[in-house]
């Protein structure tokens, strides 16, 4: 089973783009915090890229924006491509399948 569950907050605001058959894509990232961090360590975060369709990435780019703390679950994709200079690179992605927000209105504001 590939199920992700995820608290963090967004580092920027999602863009949101249609592809030629009006299906919405979000992209967006978020930093969760690591729970435990090596003693001397600067990296006190992890910062994910996700993904949502449809309905799903509609709500996300209405509603979401830079620095408010969500809940997210979906599950992890990897894959590949062949960069400009002919690199191939691998990324790793979260497909958001559900989100919730993670503080108040009034929290995210201040």
């Given at each position: ?12 605001d999602?863009?949101?783009?249609y592809?030629?058959?009006g ?8 930093a969760?915090n690591?729970?435990?961090?090596k003693e001397?360590s ?8 996700c ?14 924006s830079?620095?408010?703390k969500?809940?997210?679950?979906g ?13 191939k ?13 993670a503080?108040?209105?009034n929290?995210?504001?201040?």
């Amino acid at each position: 089973m590939n199920k992700v569950i995820l608290t963090g907050r967004f580092t920027r605001d999602p863009e949101i783009k249609y592809t030629n058959d009006g299906t919405s894509i979000a992209r967006f990232s978020i930093a969760v915090n690591r729970r435990f961090v090596k003693e001397g360590s600067d990296q006190k975060a992890d910062f994910l890229n996700c993904i949502a369709f449809g309905k799903s990435a509609e709500f996300i780019e209405k509603y979401f924006s830079k620095g408010m703390k969500a809940d997210l679950s979906g599950r992890i994709q990897t894959g590949s491509y062949v960069n400009k200079d002919g690199n191939k690179v691998y990324t790793t992605d979260v497909i958001v399948e559900d989100q919730e927000f993670a503080d108040s209105k009034n929290q995210s504001a201040g």
